[in-house]
């Protein structure tokens, strides 16, 4: 659990998936503050408001706005009575629930008129209902509203309209999605904003409406500046809850209990770099000293391979140069120059890595910070990263005997598409890493994600490759495969020595060769024809890499070497690997 | 199959999924003349090109074309040298090949400029080259190409070139999706279209690069005019394959056995939209003498479904008001005015509407077509759906005595989300149902799409509702449950009824009741909540309903009453729908 907080934080329920009582208990769990009601949840649920009322209190949670009141304003008279008639209805229902403020969507509707005189005094008559009730009205632009589409816009009337029970709604995605300057937010009292919802996106050009509905991420998961945001937001002196409000297609149908430990996640990481990009007053509220900074790190010092039989593991591993010492009963540690993998059984029903560690400059502050980050701690020592790896933190570590492999270039993990994005949260904060831009390829089985990052040093590369889709029965492989990369200063020589020790290399087809001669013309093709050695250009430098077969039906081995600065992994390579170890399983069922 | 074909139809390999043996066998086993192959299918194959040209004409397929060559024209002398280079690599692997077509797409190179006279005179060298080796170019305007992004600014670079060698392709997608006028393609001669390529897509309001990349669809799933587009290319004499180029995330990863079938499918409907639409030329050109008109309908004659504990949909009909007798040894035919449902066991886990039958104006042709439409035919004379529904035609049924239900509204059965759009054509075409607009919701678990098609009387109404994602754990329903909708004239009295009758009828929450009061105030709001009948509007009419709870893990049943002219199907109270039959999972497991 997080430490204390400043200020409160909060969810909306549409967040989540499921019933109110599996998204309240999820909520609680995760150690949030307070939450919006969304409305469809409470419609569609057997609780009374009153049950609602005493489900949050039991659980701690403050209910902090019901909503979302659509198309109210600038409309005629006889239909601002039915919306009158309509909104007493809801504050009923306010009432019962214990809920103060109800959020206001700016209009949408086909009776709406362009008339922000006529916006606000009709809110300023709703702001007056609201009051007699002791609740308040905060108005909202929505992207997309008919004539009120921008927060400054929504201030204009809410200004204009001049009553101490309407103010506004700020949320993120309708401010950021349109590129307004969220600067501008400075101008506002913080006493007239009354509530605060967070979401984070991708940057994709395509109706806002859409991208709203479907593509919300948490915050540090898209491509928004929130901390820039949020910074602006408490500069007005806003006391009241930073909340998320996230529609997002995988959220709604995910575990709710873990969909809202990502979310919690989110939120620390949110304020630890508005502490750090905000001026004083703003690191002053928003208290990060709980959580210290990632200390820097030095390298791999071990992967741990689990397979269901070590020997196939040892044996590739062997013939790769790697030189076995016990390291405890039934596993064995394989070092290499700066690289170690320690071997052990397992009764899953394939290998995996299934933890490393890294050379860290303060393990146990480095550990101290996983855990305000959510990681579970394991009886070991060691963190769970979401995707199931161990992480530990360790000192330094002992080199092998030098030969062919120098070291651990990058790890390539796996998780579910689903679960991807939060887990590279998981990585990048938890390590410290920087991101690098995400890549999409057309495998044969399908199209692929890959997501990296690394230390600035470049010394820590760790990347998730996973399909996007593979929901039928035809698609291979499931789970994705995971590899080890290790470094060698020539990898023809590598490559052709591997091949004569026996090592299991994958066989590159000649049409692969053909292509590359048309499209990149390296200097070497011939060796690396002969050699299965693939082979990529980017400005900087070059990438020489070849692959072993996978072993215990998910796991294999990449050598590379880096020339001059090749920032890359090789990527439109990808699908002439994943057609070759295709062939494989093909020609040898038994490796599946 | 469908009978002889005019013009020849072919597909790109990139339109399926696996290795290019796995494609090019499900392209022959759906009755395809002829391939294009894609370059990346080749790259990765282990086949030499001389492998594939024998591999596909021992199955019977042309290979069409070659695709795609990229940032080819309108380029400095140097570049111009080196792709130069690269094309008379690629014409090496197409003379192995015996392809003698190249797709050249407008270039999107930063390399290139806006000079029209340039990329004329280079293709026409890119072409010269071509002619000497028997080949020729096929250049076709990507819609986001950089300078060279409409089909009429590729036709004057064609003009301008003046090389026999050098002609256009035409791909539907690119010439839609911009809004271009695709009348003006009757000006092309039709010796100058080498080649056309057909896709269809949703109307998507987004990045033009990601929607061609991601959600093309097979001619007529989605919203472009493609018998309009065939016509117009017909008209110019054009002679070339009619060949789909569908860039489609879930077809990248689906059994490329199926995906072939779907996408000969849209093929065969198209040829007969193509015919209906075209002027008499055309008609003849397209030939769809095999294909007959769906004959009418005039309703439901029957439904069957398969429980695994029969006696519980027995019981259920029994206190609805169905009388049965026996129809074979292990199933009852239970009847009730105009709807009639066969029961009957199964060993599956779970109950489903195994069956229906439709009363039709020519059953015999009724089936002949289906078959035409690759529909798999039964050995108990009816065809089978991709949802794996049976199908039967009759004509006319008998009815049952009188009572509370008047007849069968609607059915609404489900697919996997993937494969929903192909099934909803399979049923449109094969049975001659027009296409409802579509629907999206959130449900508790996640959001839901439903497609529905109804006969132009309204007397055979078809839905399919599907979660849109269910790749989790926690979601719970797999598969999506089925129900069949009876009418009845009269549902508060219907409902109070059958719950007298002992029918285990979903109960509603008070919540809904007070959500409906301040939304539409419906007349008789205490009668719809004292019976747990839901409620929708719409400009036509009103919609009563209730439902049962869920029989045999799957199955549950519908009565509705439609007051003057409602369309629809009350999909806003779907969500109350669901989430009261999962509190009744929580509080019954037994019925899971």
């Known amino acids: 659990m997080p430490g204390p907080v400043s200020p409160r934080l909060g969810i909306a329920t549409v967040c989540l998936s499921g019933t109110l009582d599996d998204k309240l208990a999820a909520v609680a769990a995760a150690g949030f503050d307070g939450v ?37 304003e600038a409309v005629p008279p006889d239909v601002l009575a039915a919306n009158l008639r309509r909104a007493e209805h809801k504050f009923d229902v306010m009432e019962r629930l214990g809920a103060d403020t109800m959020l206001v969507c700016s209009s949408v509707s086909p009776d709406a008129v362009d008339d ?45 309209a001049g009553h101490a029970a309407l103010g506004l709604c700020l949320d993120s995605f309708h401010i950021l999605s ?27 050009r395509m109706d806002v409406l859409q991208w709203s509905r479907h593509h919300r991420l948490f915050p540090s998961q898209g491509a928004f500046d929130l901390p820039a945001f949020v910074g602006h937001v408490l500069s007005t002196g806003y006391a009241g809850p930073l909340s998320l409000e996230v529609f997002n297609d995988v959220f709604r149908q995910a575990d709710p209990y873990r969909t809202a430990v990502d979310a919690m996640r989110s939120l620390v990481v949110l304020r630890e770099r508005t502490a750090a990009s905000g001026p004083p007053a703003v690191r002053e509220r928003v208290r990060v000293r709980d959580l210290p900074p990632a200390p820097p790190l030095s390298g791999f010092a071990s992967t741990v391979v689990a397979a269901p039989e070590p020997a196939e593991v040892a044996n590739t591993l062997r013939a790769m ?44 502050v480095a550990r ?51 679960d991807v994005d939060q887990t590279a949260l998981f990585y990048r904060s938890v390590l410290g890493l920087e991101p690098e831009p995400d890549v999409e390829f057309a495998a044969p089985f399908g199209l692929v994600r890959g997501l990296s990052a690394s230390d600035p040093d470049k010394r820590v590369r760790i990347a998730h490759n996973v399909a996007m889709l593979r929901r039928g029965e035809w698609a291979p492989a499931v789970p994705d495969p995971q590899h ?34 048309a499209r990149l013309a390296p200097s070497r093709l011939d060796e690396l024809r002969v050699g299965s050695v693939l082979y990529d250009r980017d400005e900087h430098g070059e990438y020489l890499h070849f692959y072993t077969a996978i072993l215990g039906g ?22 002439v690997r994943m057609a070759a170890h295709r062939r494989l399983r093909v020609e040898q069922p038994s490796r599946l």
């Open 36 to 72: 919006e009601i969304f409305e469809n949840d409470l419609v569609v649920s057997p609780w009374s408001p009153e049950q609602v009322r005493g489900r949050c209190a039991g659980l701690g949670l403050t209910i902090d706005l019901y909503q979302p009141f659509r198309d109210f």
């Open 116 to 160: 922000d005189d006529l916006a606000a005094e009709q809110l300023h008559t709703l702001a007056e209902r609201a009051a007699r009730r002791g609740m308040r009205i905060a108005y909202e632009a929505l992207a997309w509203g008919r004539f009120v589409d921008t927060f400054d816009h929504s201030w204009r009337i809410v200004r204009r």
């Open 178 to 204: 349109r590129d307004s300057d969220p600067a501008t937010i400075r101008v506002i009292p913080g006493e007239k904003l009354f509530f605060v919802q967070l979401a984070d996106a991708p940057r994709l």
């Open 321 to 364: 140069g790697f030189r076995a010492r016990d390291a405890g009963t039934d596993a064995k540690l394989w070092t290499q120059g700066a690289a170690s993998v320690l071997v052990r059984a397992t009764d899953e029903d394939t290998a995996r890595v299934a933890a490393f560690q890294v050379d860290s400059a303060d393990p146990a």
């Open 368 to 418: 101290g910070r996983a855990e305000r980050l959510l990681a579970r701690s394991r009886p070991d020592g060691t963190v769970a990263a979401p995707d199931g790896t161990a992480i530990a933190f360790t000192v330094g570590h002992e080199e092998g005997e030098p030969g062919l492999l120098t070291g651990i270039d990058h790890l390539s993990l796996a998780a579910p598409y689903d």
């Open 484 to 517: 080890i990369a290790f470094t060698t200063v020539d990898a023809i020589a590598t490559a052709g020595c591997m091949r004569d020790n026996g090592v299991p290399l994958l066989d590159i087809p000649d049409n692969y060769y053909d292509d590359l001669d």
């Open 554 to 575: 998910r796991v294999f081995f990449e050598v590379v070497q880096r020339i001059a600065g090749y920032t890359g992994y090789g990527v439109l390579n990808s699908p």
